[in-house]
């Protein structure tokens, strides 16, 4: 199993998993996203766990190359970036989360494109495609 397999199985099944809960516990996602902008210790420390796992990310897998493994690279860069962010400005994460309704379609399609990127990778983790 190469490396790029390897996060691809972490981080597929992970996308997967969140896509059903936005989707089939919409309004408790919801609850939860709104209850962790309220508290910016939370969002700090949510900060600092992603910038720690993207930088591992990064460190181990900095590929820019023309495949489906330049995805994980950029998940890992994404993650730096909006790991910094929640870390120096938790008032933009919350101000983001404010804005999300229960019933606006962005919720779906986020949680289709989190869907169909962790069935993408899961495929490749698993040598499928």
């Given at each position: 199993m190469t490396t790029s397999q390897f996060i691809a199985g972490l981080i597929g099944p992970l996308f997967m998993a969140i896509a059903a809960f936005m989707v089939f516990r919409r309004d408790t996602f919801l609850e939860f996203a709104k209850a962790a902008a309220r508290d910016k210790p939370l969002i700090f420390f949510a900060g600092a766990v992603l910038l720690v796992s993207s930088l591992a990310?990064?460190?181990?897998?900095?590929?820019?190359?023309?495949?489906?493994?330049?995805?994980?690279t950029l998940f890992g860069w994404l993650g730096v970036l909006g790991g910094i962010v929640r870390i120096f400005s938790p008032e933009f994460a919350q101000s983001i989360v404010?804005?999300?309704?229960?019933?606006?379609?962005?919720?779906?399609?986020?949680?289709?494109?989190?869907f169909a990127l962790g069935a993408f990778l899961t495929a490749n983790a698993h040598a499928v495609l």
């Open positions: 990310i990064v460190q181990t897998h900095n590929l820019w190359v023309a495949d489906w493994r330049v995805i994980i404010e804005k999300i309704k229960p019933d606006h379609p962005a919720v779906l399609i986020t949680a289709a494109v989190y």
